[in-house]
C-alpha cells in the first residue's frame, strides 16, 4: 500500500537546475524521515540528501552541499528536491525513500520509488 512516486526528472544542460517532487501515500507521511538516492550509470547507490519527518533539519552530501535543496509539504504527502547548477556528474536515476524513524537514519529505508532520470548534458 506504500506508494511513493517520483517526477520532474529530465534533460537539463550543465548549470540549469530541476526540481523533482515525490508523492507519497500508504503512510503517515508527516511522522516519518524522507531520504533522496542516487545511482550513477554502472555505479551503486549514493545518498544525496535527508529530512526529519517536521522539515526543520536537513542534511546534505558533500558532493551537492550548496546546490541542492530537500524540503517537503506534510499538507500534500510530498517531498521535493530543488537541484540548481547542475553538473553532469550529478546524471543518474533519482529515488525518494522512506526511512522508518522520524529521524533519518542512514541506509535504513522501507520503501522506495520507481526513481526518476536526471541527465545534464550539453
Not at 525513500?97 to 529505508?109: F, H, I, L
Amino acid at each position: 500500500q506504500v506508494q511513493l512516486v517520483e517526477s520532474g526528472g529530465g534533460l537539463v544542460q550543465p548549470g540549469g537546475s530541476l526540481r523533482l517532487s515525490c508523492a507519497a501515500s500508504g503512510f503517515t507521511f508527516s511522522s516519518y524521515a524522507m531520504s533522496w538516492v542516487r545511482q550513477a550509470p554502472g555505479k551503486g547507490l549514493e545518498w544525496v540528501s535527508d529530512i526529519n519527518s517536521g522539515g526543520g533539519s536537513t542534511y546534505y552530501a558533500d558532493s551537492v552541499k550548496g546546490r541542492f535543496t530537500i524540503s517537503r509539504d506534510n499538507a500534500k504527502n510530498t517531498l521535493y528536491l530543488q537541484m540548481n547548477s547542475l553538473k553532469p556528474e550529478d546524471t543518474a536515476v533519482y529515488y525518494c525513500a522512506k526511512g522508518r524513524w522520524g529521524a533519518p537514519v542512514r541506509d535504513e529505508y522501507d520503501y522506495w520509488g520507481q526513481g526518476t532520470q536526471v541527465t545534464v548534458s550539453s
